[in-house]
């Protein structure tokens, strides 16, 4: 089994929604967390994309409907298996304390990971981010993640497939 991640969201104060149709608007807002999503303004990269994937799909601003829904894309790692992950970098230090995941379930192959974990760079190396409580693995919602805040240019979401 691989993971995908449909949209990564690291926030701080006010929800910036870009990129939702119109007819979406309503319903992402009422569904999306609360805070700016900084994931605009980052550059993504990931231990690897599959080739029919879009690692964009990771700060495009959208938000999905459901854990299926591919109407704007989604990043995806097939047909790696075991640990990957996904990354933030930012060109100035930003200040965190709240990471958002809308998890990509196909129910067919691509499944949910069987755990995950936050990392953010403190200048030399990825530490775990301390004191992290929710990491939730649920399907067709955003799992919040909340943490002392931290103050970063790198965040890193590891995530274990579940094999």
Same mark, same amino acid.
């Given at each position: 089994?691989?993971?995908?991640i449909?949209?990564?969201?690291? $926030?701080? &104060?006010?929800?910036?929604? %870009?990129?939702a149709?119109?007819?979406d #608007?309503?319903?992402?807002?009422?569904?999306? @967390? *609360?805070?700016?999503?900084?994931?605009?303004? $980052?550059? &993504?990269?990931?231990?690897? %994309?599959?080739?029919?994937?879009?690692? #964009?799909?990771?700060?495009?601003g959208?938000? @999905? *409907?459901?854990?299926?829904?591919?109407?704007?894309?989604?990043?995806?790692?097939?047909?790696?298996?075991?640990?990957q992950?996904?990354?933030?970098?930012?060109?100035?230090?930003?200040?965190?304390?709240?990471?958002?995941?809308?998890?990509?379930?196909?129910?067919?192959?691509?499944?949910?990971?069987?755990?995950?974990?936050?990392?953010?760079?403190d200048?030399?190396?990825?530490?775990?981010?301390?004191n992290?409580?929710?990491?939730?693995?649920?399907?067709?919602?955003?799992?919040?993640?909340?943490?002392?805040?931290?103050?970063?240019?790198?965040?890193?979401?590891?995530?274990?497939?579940?094999?």
């Amino acid at each position: 089994m691989t993971t995908r991640i449909s949209r990564l969201l690291a $926030a701080v &104060t006010a929800l910036a929604i %870009v990129n939702a149709d119109w007819a979406d #608007t309503r319903a992402a807002e009422a569904a999306a @967390p *609360a805070g700016t999503n900084l994931a605009l303004v $980052a550059t &993504t990269s990931t231990s690897f %994309v599959s080739g029919h994937e879009t690692i #964009t799909a990771l700060n495009d601003g959208s938000h @999905p *409907a459901h854990s299926d829904d591919k109407r704007h894309g989604a990043y995806g790692n097939w047909p790696q298996a075991g640990t990957q992950w996904v990354q933030y970098d930012w060109s100035q230090p930003i200040q965190t304390n709240r990471m958002d995941v809308y998890w990509f379930d196909d129910q067919r192959g691509v499944r949910l990971p069987k755990a995950c974990r936050l990392k953010s760079w403190d200048g030399a190396t990825f530490v775990e981010v301390a004191n992290a409580t929710g990491l939730g693995l649920a399907k067709n919602r955003f799992n919040t993640t909340t943490f002392p805040e931290v103050t970063t240019t790198k965040l890193r979401l590891e995530m274990d497939g579940a094999e």
